[in-house]
């Protein structure tokens, strides 16, 4: 079985401000996929990041970036310089060899003027 | 890049009639796809996974014979859920791989709000 937990239910920052998003998995698989996904207001889910469970280099996107450490079984996405635009939810994915995705309960991000 | 299309986007209907959705990749051939489904502030679950050509997988707990899937081509399946009743109102979200990408990400439609009244 596979598990995803975000442990933040709801975070509020002032724009400007950087913001850590954690995500914590549980798989048996030693293959397996981590997602990062947006979902603004609209509902739409918005792919940001996929990382394979053998790449544990850290990755830089603009204001995004995303700490993976399989050590700890974790995948932290930081957001630097927040903006009122990056008010959403956002949820933390896995994806083993069987090939379904389990999400985390997502966490939501409210950035104030 | 990959775009998937699910329509209707919304949808009001009265308890006990059928909604079709459609979820259609638009650019890409898909031997599989996914119906997740979201509870307002909820995270999103998985209903089943659709294969092209043959039954779809239902995951614990859903009612096969009230969601009826269909992945008739390789490029689109539908969702139908059959004797509606508001307890089905939710957000139903496909997503779709690329075939012959089995290690990519997936596509997401951009999700159909049902509504049953």
């Known amino acids: 079985a596979q598990k995803v937990t975000q442990a933040q239910t709801e975070i509020s920052v002032v724009e400007k401000e950087d913001v850590t998003l954690d995500c914590v998995y549980e798989?048996?698989?030693?293959?397996?996929?981590l997602f990062w996904y947006k979902q603004p207001p609209s509902g739409e889910l918005v792919f940001l990041i996929r990382?394979?469970?053998?790449?544990?280099q850290n990755e830089i996107s603009g204001r995004y970036s995303w700490n993976f450490q399989k050590s700890t079984s974790s995948f932290n996405f930081t957001i630097t310089a927040s903006q009122v635009v990056d008010s959403a939810v956002y949820f933390c994915a896995l994806k083993g060899n069987a090939g379904k995705s389990t999400f985390g309960d997502g966490t939501t991000l409210t950035v104030k003027p | 890049g990959a775009v998937v299309s699910q329509h209707p986007s919304r949808v009001i209907c009265k308890s006990g009639t059928s909604v079709k959705i459609e979820c259609r990749s638009l650019d890409f051939q898909a031997t599989t796809m996914f119906w997740y489904r979201q509870f307002p502030k909820q995270s999103l679950m998985l209903m089943a996974t659709?294969?092209?050509?043959?039954?779809?997988?239902?995951e614990q707990g859903v009612e096969k014979d009230k969601f009826l899937i269909n992945h008739a081509s390789l490029t689109l399946s539908t969702l139908t859920v059959t004797s509606a009743h508001p307890e089905d109102s939710s957000f139903y979200i496909c997503?779709?791989?690329?075939?012959?990408?089995?290690?990519?990400?997936?596509?997401f439609g951009s999700g159909t709000r049902l509504t049953v009244v």
């Open positions: 798989t048996r698989d030693t293959t397996y996929y």
């Open positions: 997503s779709a791989r690329e075939q012959g990408r089995a290690n990519y990400g997936y596509t």
């Open positions: 659709s294969n092209e050509g043959s039954k779809a997988t239902y």
């Open positions: 990382r394979n469970s053998f790449d544990e």
